[in-house]
């Protein structure tokens, strides 16, 4: 787990406000849920090996509880119960940090944040497609370029697997080993499950197929799976999608992977993630899982959605030197000439920021060219110096930090003359 020193956490707040503004946009209402869920909670909604990798431990009433490793097992709670009534289609953001005991390595954190978007009660294609162009525009909004989507649909596999008859579990492992691109071993297992030759070999075909023309894959994916009548409806879904998308003038840039399995176990249909060139993790990832909600006790509701990892978008920020973008500074020092001014320096300083102006006053007692020296390795924009000589014409001096100018100006006109300059 890390401390985010103040570079670092503008970072993380700026793609959170980012974050936030889309979810206004797109109309999703924030739901703020606990960082600590019951054990059984999680562990039964989440895949096997998020699971083992939670922070686990009994609270002083011996309730066995864990910090959540995802937001969605918590979200899914409420849309069964406390939200089960509220009218579809129901559209939930949630931000915030979560916990699992991974190897830390470059982008993989035990402590990390996401921005999750979810969309319940459709189970039509344009849903799938609002995730995807959302995600889009999240991306776009943030300044990042050349991003692309790693497409699949769960329903592809298991179709194919559920026709040859192996069980859940089996099949878990299966897409266990593809989410970890160890092709050969997930042959392995489907063979000792006793699949068909037939069905090795299609299995074989689809790892292999993969490309960014996104309806010359599919074309070829559907002629390798035409034996597998529910797997080409999979396939169907996911062309129905994308061309939604294309067909809507969004541009997505897209390479669509037969054999793509994401790590959790509840996806039903589309799945994705989300990339940059040159680093080789997953700024986000979603997809639809309609089986969700009835886990936890509700009626079957249609959902899918998307988990933002906001640490790893700060890191493609910073790899693609992308600097946010911010209103145009205003920030205000403001420094008392000697005590006896230093009354109305905060009084002053309490009129900029009514006005919204950030300011600082300078508390160190230190002369005016040394806390202009300091204000100015710190990047603030005005400096407003309070003396006695000029407040007996009800007067301050106004000084542009990095044009190294500076004017007397009366301070009925200081906020406007700063909000102007500024503005
Ligand atoms: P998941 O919840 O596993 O579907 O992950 C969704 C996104 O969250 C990933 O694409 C990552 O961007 C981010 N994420 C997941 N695990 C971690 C982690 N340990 N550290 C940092 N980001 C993570």
Redesign the pocket.
């Given at each position: 787990m890390r401390d985010l020193l103040p570079v670092d956490a503008k970072r993380m707040r700026y793609v959170e406000q980012v974050s936030r503004e889309v979810s206004k946009l797109y109309g999703y209402d924030e739901i703020i849920t606990p960082v600590l869920e019951s054990y059984d909670l999680l562990a039964a909604k989440t895949s096997n090996e998020i699971r083992e990798r939670m922070y686990t431990f009994n609270d002083l009433g011996d309730r066995k509880v864990a910090l959540r490793p995802?937001f969605t097992a918590s979200v899914a709670r409420l849309v069964a119960t406390k939200l089960r009534n509220e009218p579809k289609p129901m559209r939930l953001f949630s931000v915030g940090s979560l916990y699992?005991y991974?190897e830390p390595q470059y982008?993989?954190?035990r402590e990390?944040w996401?921005a999750n978007y979810e969309l319940f009660g459709s189970a039509r294609p344009e849903a799938d497609a609002e995730i995807l162009i959302l995600t889009n525009n999240l991306l776009k909004k943030l300044g990042l370029q050349n991003f692309c989507f790693k497409i699949g649909h769960t329903g592809i596999l298991r179709e194919i697997l559920t026709q040859e008859g192996m069980d859940d579990e089996k099949q878990n492992s299966v897409r266990q080993l593809l989410d970890k691109k160890s092709w050969a071993d997930a042959l392995t297992v489907a063979s000792e499950a006793n699949v068909s030759q037939e069905c090795l070999a299609t299995l074989e075909s689809l790892f292999e197929t993969s490309g960014e023309d996104a309806f010359k894959v599919l074309e070829s994916v559907k002629e390798t799976v035409q034996d597998y009548e529910s797997a080409l409806a999979a396939v169907e879904n996911l062309w129905k999608i994308l061309e939604l998308i294309k067909d809507s003038g969004e541009q997505l840039e897209v390479l669509v992977e037969a054999g793509f399995a994401?790590?959790?176990e509840y996806y039903t249909g589309m799945i994705f993630?989300a990339y940059i060139p040159g680093l080789d993790i997953?700024?986000?990832?979603g997809g639809r899982y309609d089986k969700l909600i009835e886990l936890f006790g509700g009626e079957p509701i249609p959902a899918v959605g998307v988990?933002q990892?906001i640490?790893?978008i700060v890191l493609a920020l910073t790899k693609q030197e992308v600097t946010p973008k911010t209103a145009k500074d205003r920030s205000v020092v403001v420094i008392s000439v000697k005590d006896e001014s230093m009354a109305k320096a905060l009084e002053l300083s309490a009129m900029l920021r009514n006005r919204g102006l950030p300011v600082e006053v300078a508390v160190m007692g230190r002369s005016i060219s040394r806390a202009l020296a300091d204000a100015d390795r710190r990047g603030v924009a005005y400096a407003v110096i309070v003396g006695p000589k000029e407040l007996e014409e009800e007067k301050v001096v106004l000084r542009e930090m990095k044009k190294s100018t500076q004017r007397t100006v009366k301070i009925s006109n200081l906020t406007e003359e700063i909000l102007a300059n500024s503005a």
């Open positions: 995802e699992r991974d982008g993989r954190f990390f996401q994401r790590g959790l993630e997953a700024l986000g990832g988990a990892g640490d790893r």
